[in-house]
């Protein structure tokens, strides 16, 4: 079954600098890659995703890439926030059925004002 | 805008008891989804279930797990006899039949002592 790699697993940035999150999965049918914000106490919401048909998406701040060959892909984060400061779950789906997300480890990102 | 919604909130229970979480997915959506979250661990599948059946389950949704529509609007997570083990928090997810993204409700924290 599909297995994804989160890293790091803490990340500190200074307020306004960039934060990059990668995350590699192994099932190469895989073709739905969401990234989900978690504060604490909080449900997962999703903040982006990415099909396996595009390369790259961006949504005002957070951008994400998808490199199908290695199988890797990433959360770009640009002038963070502090209330940016949270775990970021990154996740890997065939949407073929009723698939299941399979997540990574999750990465707590400190923003320091 | 929708939410998933979940009850309760926390639940305390004592090892050996029986307890059912309860969600109400988003009203248009098909395919529903129980995941759980140990302490400070990565969200795990559960079960998924779309069309009144069970679509997949994890190695963790055991004999001692069983999941229900018993109606047009709730979605049900029975443990029959529950163990330390199974202390965590346990999300409900939906997602509209022709779209990718999964939506979480808030969450039960379940707390078997």
């Known amino acids: 079954g599909e297995n994804v790699e989160q890293h790091p697993s803490t990340l500190s940035v200074q307020e306004g600098d960039s934060a990059v999150i990668k995350c590699t999965y192994s099932d190469s049918a895989s073709n739905y890659f969401p990234w989900y914000k978690q504060e604490l106490g909080k449900r997962p919401q999703l903040i982006i995703d990415?099909?396996?048909?595009?390369g790259e998406k961006k949504d005002q701040r957070i951008a994400v890439t998808l490199n199908k060959t290695a199988k890797h892909f990433s959360l770009h984060i640009t002038e963070t926030q502090p209330e940016d400061s949270a775990v970021y779950f990154c996740?890997?789906?065939?949407?073929?059925?009723?698939?299941?997300?399979?997540f990574g480890k999750g990465t707590r990102l400190s923003v320091i004002a | 805008e929708p939410e998933v919604t979940q009850t309760p909130s926390h639940q305390v229970t004592q090892m050996g008891q029986e307890v059912i979480l309860r969600c109400v997915p988003i009203s248009n959506h098909l395919y529903f989804y129980w995941y759980r979250q140990i302490l400070g661990q990565k969200v795990e599948f559960l079960v998924s279930f779309y069309n009144n059946e069970i679509s997949e389950k994890s190695e963790i949704f055991d004999d001692q797990f069983s999941v229900e529509r018993p109606d047009g609007s709730n979605f049900t997570l029975k443990i029959r006899s529950t163990k330390l083990e199974d202390s965590a928090m346990y999300f409900c997810?939906?997602?509209?039949?022709?779209?990718?993204?999964?939506?979480f409700g808030p969450g039960t924290r379940l707390t078997v002592t």
């Open positions: 990415i099909r396996s048909n595009v």
């Open positions: 996740a890997a789906s065939r949407v073929s059925g009723n698939t299941p997300l399979v």
């Open positions: 997810a939906s997602r509209r039949g022709g779209q990718y993204e999964q939506y």
